[in-house]
């Protein structure tokens, strides 16, 4: 039985179909974090958002959330962040019918100069956490689909 981790999304939700997709790995035994690895070269322009389709999804447990951070040295050294400041990867957006759980990361250039990653750079990191459900405002709803489907009609 799978518990958590990550896969490369089905062939026809895959962005570089050609590419060699590299899973996020741990740079240490006892990192907390996941590395994600850019699966080509890209460049962001100054004040821009570029997101970077990973070709990978996260498969987790119920009660558990897959949260997206930028890496230090990208953020510090590079200027760039999250546009969406953390990203969250609910267990029920592995397999959705729209991207097959396909994982993006959105970047934010706060630079005043154009900041290029190159393939294989690791941009940023997800750690596995267990969260808890309040008493009410609960729902029953289902996901239907990619990246903001939850609460939409």
Do not use: H
């Amino acid at each position: 039985m799978k518990i958590r981790g990550f896969e490369v999304v089905r062939e026809d939700a895959r962005k570089f179909g050609a590419l060699e997709i590299q899973l996020p790995t741990r740079g240490s035994k006892i990192a907390a974090g996941y590395d994600f690895y850019a699966p080509e070269a890209f460049t962001v322009p100054a004040g821009k958002v570029y997101v970077v389709w990973t070709d990978v999804k996260s498969y987790m447990q119920e009660g558990e959330v897959l949260n997206l951070y930028v890496r230090s040295s990208i953020g510090i050294k590079r200027g760039l962040v999250l546009a969406n400041g953390t990203g969250i990867i609910d267990a029920d957006y592995y397999n959705n019918p729209s991207n097959d759980g396909n994982i993006g990361i959105a970047l934010f250039n706060c630079r005043e100069e154009a900041v290029t990653i190159e393939a294989g750079e690791r941009i940023a990191q997800g750690l596995f956490l267990s969260f808890l459900v309040a008493d009410n405002g609960n729902t029953n709803s289902e996901r239907a689909g990619g990246i903001g489907s939850t609460g939409t009609k």
